[in-house]
């Protein structure tokens, strides 16, 4: 019997993953696909023996997206975006800050009080009974210590730390990210507007595809070599470096942030669940304030909050919008501001979730939905009007 087999499939839960990903990650293909690949690995026992399941190094502009891949796979295995061990490396720039995280030795003053941020209890938090990974988050690695790297090493290679009490912990169901802006000069200069990157992101997202990325890619690349040792680069299983983000990119991250704000509208605590929708004008002009090449979507980010979150925010707390309102949000080209007209009123809880469903399920497992079908009923006896 001979039968051709295909190498290339992935299997149910790799795939699902793979989706999950895709829905909250944009423009990082390649990101996502070195993730998936290391879970199918340890889907099927194949991972290396006494080693992390991933040891993952995401380079790349500022803005691209590194941490928050990293939030993404563990809400779509873990079902929460807050289940990763995040060390900030700005915080261990000495080598005696070390002692934060793996515990001072016996002996030392306040060695009973100091409790390290790296014991097995802390990796193990987040376990369910369905995915007992760990994600192990070193943001911005380039900014630590050589005595963090160093310790690293033996992370990386063993799967094991030795804390300052002697006790073992073990990483061999870790998956390790490490994020670093190494290179950011020189992509920087690689996104310079005056290189035809306007503000006004008339560049397709082609012409920022392959030429532009290649050049970014050789620059994060060569300053990691220049920054760390052969040792440190030979124990990684993937270095992936991140693709800066065009316009098709921008308009879909600016969809998901939007639909991360009405998720927060339906579950805000100040009980006024309502439903805004935006104009083409209005989602045009959050794209011109928010789009800067050397920043990424952060600065989309800040648009979204500066001009739609506080207005919002003004309107909820002086009462001039209720539970069950519809507000269509428009751009005013002569005052260079967003207008907010309420179209409808007492909209029934059902009705706006049917309404926004499905962007707030891109984002979670209908949480949101949740929450506000928990609201009073009572704002459906309310007339509408449009």
């Known amino acids: 019997m001979q039968k051709t087999l295909d190498p290339t499939r992935t299997g149910r839960e790799a795939g699902q993953l793979d989706h999950n990903l895709h829905k909250r990650i944009v423009g ?9 690949n290391i879970y199918q690995t340890y889907l099927a026992g194949m991972n290396g023996p006494g080693r992390p399941v991933g040891n993952f190094l995401f380079l790349g502009p500022t803005g691209s997206g590194k941490t928050r891949m990293v939030e993404a796979t563990a809400e779509s295995l873990l079902g929460d975006a807050r289940a990763v061990i995040k060390i900030d490396c700005a915080e261990f720039q000495h ?19 100091t409790h390290p941020l790296l014991s097995q209890e802390v990796l193990n938090q987040f376990h369910t009974e369905k995915v007992k990974l760990s994600f192990v988050l070193f943001d911005e690695i380039e900014k630590a210590s050589d005595a963090l790297w160093n310790l690293l090493l033996g992370i990386l290679d063993k799967a094991t730390l030795t ?5 073992r912990v073990d990483f ?38 392959d030429k532009l990325n290649s050049k970014i890619a050789s620059a994060g690349l060569g300053a990691a070599r220049k920054k760390f040792t052969p040792e440190f680069m030979n124990r990684l299983d993937k270095v992936v470096v991140f693709r800066s983000l065009g316009e098709a990119e921008l308009r879909r991250i600016l969809d998901l942030e939007l639909a991360m704000v009405q998720r ?10 309502f439903l805004f929708k935006l104009t083409s004008s209005a989602k045009d002009f ?23 979150v506080y207005p ?39 009705s706006m979730v049917e309404a ?31």
């Open 95 to 113: 080598s005696h800050e070390i002692a934060k995280l793996i515990g001072s030795p016996p002996g030392y003053l306040g060695h009973r009080e």
């Open 264 to 273: 927060r509208l339906f579950t805000n605590s100040h009980g006024t669940p």
């Open 163 to 167: 804390l300052g009490d002697n006790r």
């Open 172 to 209: 061999s169901r870790s998956m390790i990210f490490m994020t670093s802006n190494l290179g950011a000069a020189e992509m920087s200069a690689l996104l310079n507007p005056n290189m035809g990157f306007s503000r006004s992101f008339a560049a397709p997202s082609e012409v920022l595809g």
């Open 312 to 350: 919002m925010s003004n309107l909820i707390v002086t009462e001039q919008v209720r539970g069950g309102d519809l507000i269509r949000v428009d751009y005013d080209p002569e005052l260079s501001r967003m207008n907010f007209v309420r179209e409808a009123e007492g909209m029934p809880a059902y």
């Open 356 to 386: 926004a469903g499905v962007e707030v399920a891109a984002l979670s497992n209908a949480d949101a939905a949740g929450a506000l079908m928990e609201q009073p009923r009572s704002t459906g006896a309310r007339s509408t009007r449009k």
């Open 286 to 308: 959050l794209l011109r304030e928010g789009t800067d090449m050397k920043y990424g979507a952060r600065h989309l980010k800040r648009s979204i909050e500066r001009s739609l």
């Open 28 to 36: 990082q293909a390649e990101a996502i696909e070195q993730v998936v």
